[in-house]
């Protein structure tokens, strides 16, 4: 599975160092040639191929046209990047312009390359373009949390508040957005999905314990690669609070947990002033 060329291997012992397992690679002294000995516990993470300063590694168990040069180059400076990451905004207004297939399929491509724990890949992407559905959807969901609205009256809130205080001071904060929204839906707007052209759901298997930041990492990749193909996003946290109603429109298997919602389309604003946030709460632990 894995091959080491031994004419262009530096012999620098990086494979050993980069290995997420510690152990595929066995050198027997410094200036040898290392050996993928244990190749059984290969994660398929790559970080041997793309560590190799010679191209002497070769995997079969993988795209090996996948492994491009990196231009260093091309990376923005600190202050780039923080202007790039500061001017992001959750979009909640959208033009009335779909999202081209090619470039969906684009950000899907650069989800999946995301990191994810012991290199799972645990991720499934469905996506949903018919503005008829995304609206059909969001009233599904509006009638949901107008109804539980109504039915988190003061007896039930407070016997939620005995088991459960935060729960209810979340509720409570909640209420009020639940109800509007069902008002909004019924004059003929889109308070849940905004009209987006597009709503792409992120889930992985309901055993994995640790699908939760695989989905995240690929849903931060998306964003930020939208971002900077002049696209917006938004997740949907109502989406998000009824899985159910969610996984029934989109035809969601059963194995699989809707672990983020969120809505993809172009910006009908543009934001010209990065905003202000509170401060980091840092809490130097041991210092």
């Known amino acids: 599975m894995i091959k080491i060329d031994g004419d262009k291997c530096k012999r620098d012992g990086l494979c050993l160092k980069a290995c997420c397992e510690n152990h595929v690679f066995v050198q027997d002294a410094p200036g040898e040639i290392p050996r993928p000995e244990n190749q059984g516990d290969c994660s398929l993470c790559g970080h041997c191929v793309a560590v190799c300063p010679g191209d002497a590694i070769t995997h079969s168990g993988m795209n090996m046209a996948e492994f491009k040069p990196v231009d260093l180059s091309a990376f923005p400076t600190p202050e780039a990047a923080e202007n790039f990451l500061f001017s992001m905004r959750s979009v909640r207004q959208y033009k009335k312009k779909a999202v081209s297939r090619e470039d969906i399929d684009r950000l899907l ?13 645990d991720r499934r992407f469905f996506v949903l373009t018919d503005a008829a559905k995304i609206h059909e959807l969001s009233g599904k969901l509006t009638a949901h949390y107008g109804m539980l609205a109504k039915t988190l009256r003061p007896p039930v809130m407070s016997a939620i508040g005995v088991f459960a205080p935060g729960m209810k001071d979340y509720l409570e904060g909640s209420l009020p957005d639940m109800k509007r929204k069902a008002v909004e839906f019924g004059q003929e707007t889109d308070p849940i999905f905004h009209s987006a052209p597009c709503l792409i759901v992120i889930t992985s298997k309901k055993a ?17 690669l939208a971002h900077a193909m002049g696209l917006g996003t938004c997740v949907s946290g109502y989406a998000i609070g009824a899985p159910s109603i969610v996984s029934k429109a989109l035809k969601i298997p059963r194995g699989q947990k809707i672990q983020t919602v969120f809505t993809l389309g172009y910006p009908a604003l543009k934001y010209r002033k990065t905003v202000d946030r509170k401060p980091p709460q840092i809490d130097r632990a041991g210092n």
């Open 109 to 121: 491509a650069a989800g999946a390359k995301a990191a994810s724990e012991h290199n799972s890949q």
């Open 208 to 224: 994995n314990m640790l699908g939760k930041d695989t989905a995240l990492t690929a849903q931060e990749t998306i964003r930020f």
